[in-house]
């Protein structure tokens, strides 16, 4: 059974930093593209970054490139989000998401089979 556990989360002025992190457990890590997802209030849930299953290649939504990185350690099983120059518009519940066949390179949302729970950022302006 596939887990995801994110954390990291939390309330941070405009222009600061964050990093999230995502546990993941019930398979093969290293295997799988990882990808994280935000859904703020009275939206749809939203494609932030993907990373295939190597960590060779990373994909990012045009609203955050340049200010946020995605990054994996495929020896612990972590996934990690380094958000930096957040703005208020990035308030929402992010979420980690894992794919649903082996070997993908996590660049489209289509490929995402497993959530976490979500964990809350909020960036007061």
């Known amino acids: 059974q596939v887990q995801l556990v994110e954390s990291g989360g939390g309330l941070v002025q405009a222009g600061g930093s964050l990093r999230l992190s995502c546990v993941a457990s019930g398979r093969t890590f290293s295997r799988f593209a990882m990808g994280w997802f935000r859904q703020a209030p009275g939206k749809e849930r939203e494609f932030v970054a993907g990373?295939?299953?190597?960590?060779?290649?990373?994909t990012y939504a045009d609203s955050i490139q340049g200010r946020f990185v995605i990054s994996r350690d495929n020896t612990n099983s972590i996934l990690y989000l380094q958000m930096n120059s957040l703005k208020p518009e990035d308030t929402a519940v992010y979420y980690c998401?894992?794919?649903?066949?082996?070997?993908?390179?996590?660049?489209?949302?289509?490929?995402?089979?497993?959530w976490g729970q979500g964990t809350q950022v909020t960036v007061s302006s």
């Open positions: 998401a894992s794919g649903g066949r082996p070997y993908g390179l996590g660049n489209t949302r289509a490929e995402f089979a497993y």
């Open positions: 990373i295939m299953w190597s960590g060779n290649r990373a």
